[in-house]
C-alpha cells in the first residue's frame, strides 16, 4: 500500500508539474471537463427553472416599470446613435490618415454563465458555449457596461472565464482623462481592482474612467474596465496606491459577450501629452 | 452513526455517490455561505476509505480528486494528491478509527481534513497562487461537524438492497 501510495502521489505531481508548467494536458483536461459539464449543468438547472418560473410569474407593475425604464434608455441610446455613425466615419477617415486598422470588435456572441460555484476564493465562472462555437483560449468577454474577462479554458460545449477580479488576473488599461496607461490587477474581491504601478506624480483623481488600452492584444481598445475609488497619495512611496470599481456586473451578469476582433495591429497609443491634439484636429479639418 | 461492517456495496453506489458529492461541491450556493460549504468529496472519501480500502484502493481516492480537480477547474492533480494522502492515513489507522466513538471519529475527520487544506494550500502556493483568505480553512471545522450526519446517511445508503 506504501508503494501505491508513493506511485499515486509521484504520477499527480506529475500531473500538478504538466499542467502548470507546459500546459500540454488540454486533452485531459477537455476530456475532464466535458465529461463533468453535463453534471454541472444538471445540478444548476433547478435554480434556472425556479428562476425561470419566478419570472414568469413577474407582476404587472414590475414589467410596466422595466418597460418605461427601457423605453427611456432607448430614447437616451438612440440619441447616442445618432452621433455614432458620423463620429465613425470621422474615426475611419483619421485612422486611414494614419495608416492604422481600426481594432473594433468584429463579431460577438452572448453566451449563458452556468450557475456553478467553482471555487469560492478565486473569480472564474463557467459558460455555455465551447469550441463548437468558436471559443478560443484567450477571448476577452464583455458585458453591457464594461469588460468582464477572457476565456482561460475551453471544452467542447462549456468554457471558463477568468474575471477581471482574479488576483491571478491583470489588464492593460489607460486613464481615459489624461492616456496614463497602467495595468489593473484582480484582488480576489469581485468589486476591487488595484493599480499598483503608477508614480506618485500621475494625474489620477476619484471617479477617473479606466478603459482597456489593447496593449497585449488580449482586449479590444477603448472598452471601461472600472472607476477610481480611491487614490492614496503616501509621499514616502514611490508609487501611488489606486482602488478601483469594476464597471462590468461581475457578480450578478446572467450572460456575457465574447467578442472576436482582429488584434494583429499592435500599434502605439497615443502619449498623454499628444492627447489633447487629435481631437483638436477634425476640429480645423471639418469647415 | 457508526461505520458498520458491511462490505457488500457495488462499484455503481461508490460512483454514484462520489458523483453525488462532486454535485454538492460545486451546487450554487448564496455566496455568503459558499465558505462554509462541507469537503463532500474528501469526506465521501474518507467514508469508502474507512468502510473497505482493500475493495477500493488507493486508487478511488486519486480518481475522486481528479474529477474535482476537473470540476472546479483547478490545477490538475492537486486534490488527487491530496485525498490519496489522507486516504491512506484513514485506511492505515481504519480499524482504530472505526472503533471510535462518534465524537473522536470527527476529531480524527477534523485533523485528515487539515491536512488535506494544508496540503493544498501548500500546493497553491508552489503554484504560484497562494490564496491567503483565513475563510479558506473555515471548509474544515464545518466538513468535520458534517460528518456523523453524513455517515449516518451513508450507513443506509450502503446498507439498502
Given amino acids: ?287 | 452513526m457508526m461505520i458498520g461492517t458491511r462490505t457488500n456495496f457495488g462499484w455503481g453506489r461508490v460512483v454514484g455517490l462520489t458523483v453525488l458529492a462532486l454535485a454538492a461541491s460545486v451546487a450554487p450556493l448564496p455566496s455568503f455561505l459558499e465558505p462554509y460549504r462541507p469537503d463532500f468529496v474528501a469526506l465521501t472519501v474518507l467514508w469508502f476509505c474507512l468502510l473497505s480500502p482493500r475493495l477500493l484502493g488507493l486508487a478511488y481516492p486519486w480518481c475522486a480528486g481528479l474529477a474535482l480537480d476537473g470540476f472546479q477547474g483547478v490545477l490538475l492533480g492537486q486534490h488527487a494528491l491530496t485525498l490519496t494522502c489522507i486516504a491512506y492515513v484513514a485506511a492505515k489507522f481504519r480499524l482504530q478509527i472505526r472503533a471510535f466513538p462518534p465524537l473522536q471519529q470527527s476529531a480524527v475527520v477534523l485533523a485528515l481534513l487539515w491536512l488535506n487544506e494544508f496540503l493544498l494550500f501548500w500546493i497553491d502556493g508552489v503554484a504560484g497562487h497562494p490564496v491567503t483568505d483565513w475563510r479558506r480553512w473555515l471548509s474544515v471545522p464545518v466538513s468535520a461537524a458534517c460528518w456523523p450526519l453524513l455517515t449516518g446517511i451513508y450507513a443506509r445508503f450502503a446498507s439498502r438492497r
Avoid: C
Fill in chain 1, 1 to 287: 500500500m506504501g508503494l501505491r501510495l508513493i506511485v499515486l502521489a509521484a504520477m499527480a505531481a506529475g500531473l500538478m508539474v504538466a499542467d502548470h508548467r507546459q500546459h500540454h494536458l488540454a486533452v485531459i483536461r477537455d476530456g475532464v471537463a466535458s465529461l463533468a459539464y453535463p453534471i454541472q449543468w444538471a445540478v444548476q438547472a433547478p435554480v434556472q427553472a425556479f428562476d425561470a418560473m419566478r419570472e414568469s410569474f413577474a407582476t404587472k407593475t414590475r414589467v410596466e416599470a422595466e418597460n418605461i425604464k427601457l423605453a427611456a434608455d432607448n430614447l437616451v441610446l438612440r440619441l447616442k446613435l445618432l452621433r455614432f455613425d458620423s463620429l465613425e466615419q470621422e474615426n475611419r477617415r483619421l485612422r486611414a490618415v494614419r495608416e492604422s486598422s481600426p481594432r473594433v470588435v468584429q463579431r460577438s456572441l452572448v453566451a449563458e454563465i452556468v450557475r456553478v460555484d467553482l471555487d469560492p476564493f478565486r473569480q472564474r465562472v463557467l459558460i455555455n458555449k465551447g469550441t463548437r462555437a468558436d471559443v478560443f483560449r484567450g477571448q476577452a468577454a464583455i458585458d453591457a457596461n464594461g469588460i468582464y474577462g477572457q476565456v482561460t479554458r475551453v471544452g467542447p460545449f462549456s468554457a471558463e472565464i477568468i474575471l477581471i477580479s482574479d488576483p491571478e488576473h491583470a489588464i492593460p488599461v489607460q486613464v481615459n482623462r489624461t492616456g496614463a496607461r497602467s495595468i489593473a490587477l484582480g484582488t480576489g474581491r469581485s468589486g476591487l481592482l488595484s493599480l499598483p504601478y503608477l508614480p506618485q506624480n500621475t494625474d489620477v483623481i476619484v471617479g477617473d474612467l479606466l478603459v482597456s488600452s489593447g496593449l497585449g492584444g488580449v482586449y479590444p481598445p477603448g472598452y471601461p474596465v472600472g472607476k477610481v475609488t480611491a487614490v492614496t497619495r503616501d509621499s514616502g512611496q514611490p508609487l501611488l496606491e489606486i482602488e478601483a470599481e469594476p464597471l462590468a456586473g461581475l457578480d450578478r451578469d446572467p450572460e456575457v459577450l465574447l467578442v472576436w476582433f482582429d488584434s494583429e495591429v499592435m500599434e502605439p497609443l497615443s502619449e498623454p501629452e499628444a492627447a489633447p491634439l487629435p481631437a483638436q484636429a477634425p476640429a480645423g479639418e471639418t469647415p
